[in-house]
């Protein structure tokens, strides 16, 4: 027999978590946490230049004028309501006084709401005091109206509008 076999069996401590382990494990936590924060940060700013403009202070200066121009509309009191009509898109102009708006010269554009392809301009022409139509022939789903109307005072007015054809 052997010296080995005659030795008494050691008995294995059962393991245990001590502060150490549980150190270690915190520790390689948060190393985890912040080496993924670091990458995605590198991703983003390898990827996105920060420049959202190319001239931001004069698209600045515009929103400015935008601003004064929505405030001057609010003082108007105009008011448009839109609807496509077999193959018109027909504008109801009201003022303040909700009397119609006659002689006003309006331009429209329709465009795709996700999509900037398929642009068609619009030229209204009034029937009717304060009802304005532009041919539209040929349309299907849904389009997003801009208009443009202004008067011989030049008080401008601007509005946008969703229509839907069948």
């Known amino acids: 027999m052997s010296v080995a076999s005659l030795e008494p069996r050691r ?3 059962p393991f245990r978590i001590t502060g150490w382990h549980v150190l270690a494990g915190m520790i390689a936590f948060f190393a ?3 080496a993924v924060d670091v990458a995605f940060t590198v991703m983003a700013l390898r990827t996105f230049p920060g420049q959202v403009s190319v001239t931001p202070y004069e698209d600045g200066l515009l929103y400015n004028k935008k ?3 929505i405030a001057a509309q609010e003082r108007l009191g105009w008011r448009a309501s839109a609807a ?3 193959g018109v898109v027909a504008i109801q102009m009201r003022d303040a006084q909700d009397a119609p ?3 006003l010269t309006i331009r429209g554009r329709l465009e795709r709401p996700a999509t900037e392809a398929g642009k068609i301009t619009l030229a209204f022409r009034e029937v009717e005091p304060g ?3 532009a041919d539209a022939k040929g349309l299907a789903g849904s389009w997003d109206l801009t208009l443009f109307a202004h008067d011989a005072r030049n008080n401008a007015f601007e ?3 969703r229509l839907t054809w069948p």
């Open 67 to 69: 601003l004064e121009q």
């Open 84 to 86: 496509q009509e077999g």
């Open 159 to 161: 509005a946008e509008r």
């Open 101 to 103: 708006l006659v002689g």
């Open 11 to 13: 008995a294995r401590r």
């Open 131 to 133: 009802r304005y139509v």
């Open 32 to 34: 985890v946490v912040i």
